[in-house]
Structure formats: C-alpha cells, structure tokens
C-alpha cells in the first residue's frame, strides 16, 4: 500500500449500490493518483470490488429501520475506520451513510468531507405509521443540522426540490451545496429507434417497490391491453427488478406471483446491463412517487433515445423535458397513465422525436464524463 498516496472513502450504505451508482467514479479517482476505500454493507461483490483493487471494508449497516444498537455500533466503528486510514476525502452516499459517516468526521478533522443526497428515499415521507414518521423526520432534519458544524463539507443533490429543502434543513452558505443530475450515464453509439410494426414494449425497471409506482403500471398495462385489444397493436409490457425486502414499500413474492398468473406483464427479474432492453423498447415507464434523486432509468431512458413517461414528482421531473422528451403524469393516476402511455403507443412517431429529443438531453446533461468532471472539482478542493 503506498502511502503517499492521497485517500478517498466512500461510504455507502451496500455493495451492490456502490456499484451501480458509483463506480465509474471510484474508477476515476483512481486514474487520478487516490488509493480507494470502500465502506458498506456486503451482500456478495467484494470479490468485484477488490478485482479493480478497491479496499472495501464491510460494515454492517441495515437498511431498514433505525435499530440504535445497529446504529452505534456502526458509528463506533466508523470513527475508529476513519481515524486508522485518515482519509482526505470522505464521500458519503444516501441517508444513513451520511448522517453516521457526518457525525463520526465530526471526531475526525477530515479535510473534505462530501455528502450525496440520491433523493431522501423514506427518511422524509409519510409511510402511514403518525408517530413513527414524526419521530423519524425529527431524528433525521436533527442529525443532518449537526453537519453543519464540520469546517469544510459539500452536499451534492440531484434535483431542485432537493436543493431547496436541504439549504432551509440545513442553513447550508451556497458554496456548501451544489446540483449534480444524477449518477451519469454512458452515452454509446446511437442507432435511431425503429419503430416496431407490432407488439412495442413498453418497459420499467426499478426495484419491485408500492412507491416506484409498480402497482400503478401493473394496472396500467391491463388497461391499455384491454382498450388496444381490438386494434393492430398489441403491446408488451415488461418488467424488469429484484424485490428490495429491506424496504417496507417492497411487493412481496405472492403479489409477483399474481401478478404473473395474471398475463399482463412479463417479468424478467434483475438484469445487469439493462441498455440493451431499453434498446428493444418503445417507452420506458416510472410512475415514481418514491423519494428520489433523479432515477437513473430514466437518464438511461434518454440516452437510449426512448421517450419516457414519469410522474411529476421531485427527481421524475428532473429527468425529462416534459412534452419534449416525455409525458408527465400525475402521481398514483392508474387513468392519466393509462392515457399517456396509449397516446404514445398509438402515436409512435412521437415516441421517436421524444427519443431523439432525449438523447440530446442526455448528451447535455447526464453524461457519465461530466457529472465525473462535476465531482472532480469539488474533490480539487480538499
């Protein structure tokens, strides 16, 4: 290990995360001269981590709730892992992450320390449970107001609404937060959409949760089978993701099960490279109405140059050009979904201005070089 080498940690809530949302940067940092850690919860891609000769350190951290031993437990551990490598750089990624990774470089004096908000997820929804959703806000805009308090820290969030809250949580000076779009995505040699004659695909993939607009599109694709049924198309409507059991919005197996037996959607499950499936599909579907940042699907989407249908939700919204490079629709509207994807599956030359359209969009502002370019400069300042 060469310990002239600056050091960079990230600080992930799992592996498998990391590796979708943040390796190429890691890969970057890399390039640059820093020697890697990587700190997360092991679900089985260590080996892939250590085979770009990343060190990852497993943490324990679970997902869901917010069991105090759990959470001191990780906490102790975090401030002994950081004061033994001493990083230059702390970049911590989603809620826990940052709000224990914040509070332990406290007790630390890391030169930088960086802070991705990819959406706030459940930390600050409603889930339906009063008392439990008062005490978790409470908890939650607390711990982040105590990050204030590290002499050189940046937030990085991924849409305005997220902007705007942060900075009122937060009392964040303007050069402590910044906007990156997203995770980024590459941007491979295009080949213009042609339009099926028959049977369009119609897609989403996400993890299988109620609060990605899973049952909306389920009842969707019913719907517009049924109206198209005595036309000439015939769409396919495709499902691709895991359950994400950690999360209580996750549709369980028997509802999959059903929902299979039913015949209106194909389920393929978790597929690694998801571009060539979007490649296959006339428009890619996320009813979201999920806490989030801006869905990577849909910078996926727009790079592929298919049109897509989202909700006007914070994050959704962001992704798309609304009318320009997709369609917006009401949160949890099964109708106005309904709609709009037929509209667009019976009007399938719009389908392929909105593609085009979107892989501009995306050339602009979701490339992986620049939302890397973005995270350099601020890593530059520590």
Same mark, same amino acid.
Request: proline share 5%; aromatic share 8%; with cysteine.
């Given at each position: 290990?060469?310990i002239?080498k600056?050091k960079?940690?990230f600080?992930?809530?799992?592996?498998?995360?990391?590796?979708?949302?943040?390796?190429?940067?890691?890969?970057?940092m890399q390039k640059s001269g820093y020697?890697i850690f990587?700190l997360?919860a092991?679900?089985g891609?260590?080996d892939?981590?250590?085979?770009?000769?990343?060190?990852v350190?497993k943490?324990d951290l679970?997902?869901?709730?917010?069991?105090?031993?759990?959470?001191?437990?990780?906490?102790?551990?975090?401030?002994?892992?950081?004061r033994? +490598? %001493? &990083?230059?750089?702390?970049?911590?990624?989603?809620t826990?992450p940052?709000l $224990?990774?914040?509070?332990?470089? /406290?007790?630390?004096?890391i030169?930088?320390v960086v802070?991705?908000?990819?959406?706030f997820?459940?930390?600050?929804?409603?889930?339906?449970n009063l008392?439990?959703?008062l005490?978790?806000?409470f908890?939650?805009?607390?711990?982040?107001?105590?990050?204030?308090?590290?002499?050189k820290?940046v937030?990085?969030?991924q849409?305005?609404d997220?902007?705007?809250?942060?900075k009122r949580?937060?009392?964040?000076?303007?050069n402590?937060?910044?906007l990156?779009?997203g995770?980024?995505v590459e +941007? %491979? &040699?295009?080949?213009?959409?042609?339009?099926?004659?028959?049977?369009?695909? $119609?897609?989403?993939?996400s993890? /299988?949760l109620?609060?990605?607009?899973l049952?909306e599109?389920v009842?969707?694709?019913?719907?517009v089978?049924?109206?198209?049924?005595?036309t000439?198309?015939s769409?396919e409507?495709v499902?691709?993701g895991?359950?994400?059991f950690?999360?209580?919005?996750?549709v369980?197996?028997?509802?999959?099960?059903?929902?299979r037996?039913?015949?209106d959607v194909?389920?393929?499950g978790h597929?690694?490279?998801?571009?060539?499936?979007?490649?296959k599909?006339?428009?890619?579907v996320?009813?979201?109405y999920?806490?989030e940042g801006?869905?990577?699907?849909l910078a996926?989407?727009a790079a592929?140059?298919?049109?897509?249908?989202?909700t006007?939700?914070?994050g959704?919204?962001d992704a798309?050009?609304?009318n320009i490079?997709?369609i917006?629709v009401?949160?949890?509207?099964v109708?106005?979904?309904?709609?709009?994807?037929?509209f667009?599956?019976?009007?399938?030359?719009?389908?392929?201005?909105?593609?085009m359209?979107?892989?501009k969009?995306a050339?602009?502002?979701?490339?992986?070089?620049?939302i890397?370019?973005?995270?350099?400069?601020?890593?530059?300042a520590?």
């Open positions: 290990m060469n002239n600056k960079i940690i600080f992930a809530n799992v592996d498998w995360f990391f590796i979708s949302h943040r390796i190429n940067l890691a890969k970057q020697q990587i997360c092991v679900t891609k260590q892939f981590l250590k085979s770009h000769g990343f060190n350190i943490l679970h997902r869901r709730g917010m069991n105090p031993i759990n959470i001191l437990s990780c906490f102790l551990k975090t401030i002994f892992i950081l033994s +490598i %001493k &990083p230059d750089i702390m970049h911590a990624i989603t826990k940052n $224990i990774g914040g509070i332990a470089a /406290l007790f630390c004096r030169p930088l802070f991705a908000i990819s959406g997820g459940v930390a600050l929804e409603n889930t339906g008392l439990a959703d005490l978790r806000k908890c939650v805009k607390r711990l982040y107001q105590l990050l204030r308090f590290l002499p820290k937030f990085i969030v849409n305005v997220d902007h705007r809250r942060l949580i937060v009392k964040l000076k303007n402590e937060i910044t990156i779009p995770s980024g +941007i %491979k &040699p295009f080949k213009k959409l042609k339009l099926p004659q028959h049977a369009p695909k $119609i897609l989403f993939a993890r /299988l109620k609060t990605k607009g049952i599109f009842k969707m694709a019913g719907e089978k049924k109206q198209l049924s005595e000439d198309f769409p409507f499902c691709a895991n359950s994400d950690a999360n209580p919005a996750s369980t197996i028997e509802e999959i099960n059903f929902w037996r039913n015949g194909k389920w393929v597929i690694e490279n998801i571009v060539p499936l979007i490649n599909s006339l428009i890619v996320l009813p979201s999920y806490g801006l869905p990577k699907i996926e989407a592929c140059g298919r049109a897509v249908v989202t006007d939700h914070p959704c919204r798309i050009i609304n490079t997709g917006l009401h949160p949890k509207s109708d106005d979904l309904t709609n709009k994807v037929k667009l599956i019976l009007n399938q030359e719009q389908c392929s201005m909105m593609g359209a979107g892989r969009l050339q602009k502002k979701f490339s992986i070089d620049a890397t370019s973005a995270h350099m400069r601020i890593y530059s520590s």
